[in-house]
């Protein structure tokens, strides 16, 4: 099986007209200061655990517009704060007592989520000694971040195999959705002497805030080994989620499932046919996100050789059918991800420009069907995080952090 190395997005963080952020481009002097501090800070093992030497972070934000954010550093997860956009944050609060490794780049990293009432859900993959192998762990916040459970392990399977790329989704009532790649089913073949091509989805729930989980079920097998996964909660309060699967024939394009209720999964649909055959892990998963109406926005990459990119496309009838791709991007683009509020939808990725990481973004405002130019909103010569959108119910913000530089919120409403 080969791998294929996510770009490469190298040298100083060049943001212009941030809003609602922190102020992300300095004068070259006070910028190159702040790198050096920071890459001391990073290197210095007694130093205080800070966002800037995490590679990854992901955040979300609570019912009062607070930006919660979560990274990894020195084998512990930590929370963060902010009520002001970004400007600032509390002192970091760490989530697992006890030591462990933690897998926190490129399309891993730990994730958050918030329900109605503010409970604070993490999740993260905890990484083995076997080569990769890991297992799923959760923990959550009923008292607004102050302190967090001790950590358990939601995959039941234990075995020093592959339970990785973990994505989690909230229910309105507070259901907790978590699910993840999962090598069971690959081991079983093995012993078997059988042959299993990619592995497996598996998926686990809670609906009693995280005190018990259901035993794992199986979405579907003979998924890709190492795509990030996304998922999302319909109208109806049931998870979709997307995935990039293994089809017939060693086509690597993507697959989605809506859930009938929270203890069945539906049929596999495909999304998107691009044909993409490819025995290796393209570590470019989907992007999906659903309107309050229940049209499902999709985005995702291919390297398709008749026809590579970036694509997008919609769907009215729940997944089962979608619209004909639009294809955004071509070479040097990647990971996109998408977000709808109402009929407005965003779609951010990353490209190489031949010298500086872009984030380029482009909208909708009619449910997808047209979409402006895309621009840049956002760039950096040095090594940089993948783009992602959230919201606070009233404004999208891209997401973003770059190598120990502070972590960034962007408001692309006006963009």
């Known amino acids: 099986m080969k791998f294929i190395t996510p770009f490469l997005f190298l040298a100083t963080l060049a943001v212009s007209g941030c809003a609602n952020g922190p102020a992300l481009a300095t004068a070259d002097d006070a910028k190159q200061h702040n790198v050096n501090e920071a890459k001391s800070a990073c290197a210095n093992a007694s130093a205080q655990p800070s966002n800037q030497c995490a590679e990854t972070i992901s955040a979300a934000f609570d019912g009062k517009g607070g930006l919660w954010i979560t990274w990894a550093n020195k084998d512990h997860v930590y929370v963060q704060l902010s009520g002001d956009k970004g400007q600032s944050f509390t002192a970091p609060v760490m989530v697992n007592a006890n030591a462990e490794k933690i897998e926190a780049k490129g399309e891993y990293r730990p994730k958050i989520k918030l329900d109605a009432k503010g409970n604070i859900y993490l999740t993260w993959t905890q990484k083995l000694e076997g080569h990769h192998s890991g297992h799923i762990r959760f923990s959550r916040s009923t008292d607004e971040g102050r302190h967090f459970s001790a950590p358990v392990t939601v995959n039941d399977n234990r075995d020093n195999i592959g339970h990785r790329f973990d994505s989690m989704a909230v229910g309105k009532n507070g259901e907790i959705f978590i699910a993840w790649l999962d090598a069971r089913d690959v081991e079983e073949a093995k012993k078997a002497g059988k042959k299993f ?15 018990h989980f259901y035993p794992n079920k199986r979405i579907a097998t003979h998924t890709c080994q190492c795509c990030r996964l996304d998922t999302a909660i319909a109208p109806d309060n049931t998870p979709v989620i997307t995935w990039r699967h293994v089809f017939e024939g060693g086509i690597r394009d993507h697959g989605l499932v809506k859930f009938n209720d929270w203890n069945t999964p539906g049929d596999t649909q495909r999304l998107g046919r691009d044909n993409w055959k490819i025995d290796a892990c393209p570590h470019h998963g989907p992007g999906l996100s659903i309107s309050d109406s229940g049209i499902y926005h999709a ?7 008749a026809n590579p990119g970036l694509f997008y496309a919609y769907s009215t009838d729940s997944g089962r059918h979608f619209s004909a791709p639009v294809n955004f991007a071509k070479e ?16 951010v990725w990353q490209e190489f420009d031949g010298t500086n990481n872009v984030i380029k973004l482009m909208k909708s405002a009619d449910n997808g069907k047209t979409w402006s130019k ?13 783009p992602f959108l959230i919201s606070d119910g009233q404004k999208t913000y891209l997401s973003w952090k770059t190598q120990q530089q502070d972590y960034g919120l962007i408001s692309i409403d006006d963009k």
């Open 197 to 211: 091509d990619g592995t497996s989805l598996y998926y686990s729930w809670s609906n009693d805030g995280g005190e």
């Open 299 to 305: 985005v995702w990459f291919s390297g398709s050789p």
């Open 332 to 347: 040097g683009a990647g990971h996109p991800h998408v977000l709808a509020l109402g009929a407005k939808v965003k779609v």
């Open 374 to 386: 895309p621009g840049v909103i956002a760039q950096t010569a040095k090594s940089g995080d993948q």
